[in-house]
């Protein structure tokens, strides 16, 4: 596998990962869980009481949302690194893939396959 292609799956696998979503899916709260041996702050307070006064489904759109922001972010970057000439390997990034490093990432992302 090239390391684009590694790259590009590497990120697909972080636009997966959100801590956040993940502590309020298991929590139902977004803030750390150590709040005994440190107070949380004025603003994670009020953050975790927000989202405990929200249904289960609520929270739940709320990960969601998280998780969709954080793919988002990803592929606003990789949409733009073409303009910056960068390249991987001597070669540049948008002619390393099937399509544009974007459109690849959102592939992998929808569990796609690489063509070749």
């Known amino acids: 596998m090239t390391g684009y292609r590694r790259l590009i799956d590497h990120l697909a ?16 709260h977004a803030e750390r869980s150590n709040d005994d041996a440190l107070a949380l702050s004025a603003d994670e307070a009020e953050r975790k009481a927000v989202l405990l006064s929200m249904t289960a489904d609520q929270q739940a759109v709320v990960a969601a949302l998280l998780r969709q922001e954080r793919a ?29 490093p974007h459109w690849d990432f959102l592939a992998r992302l929808d569990g796609d396959r690489w063509r070749n």
């Open 72 to 100: 988002g972010a990803i592929h606003d970057v990789l949409a733009n690194l073409p303009a910056f000439g960068l390249t991987l390997d001597g070669q540049p990034l948008d002619a390393l893939g099937d399509e544009q």
């Open 13 to 28: 696998g972080l636009a997966r990962d959100c801590v956040l979503a993940d502590r309020i899916e298991r929590s139902g």
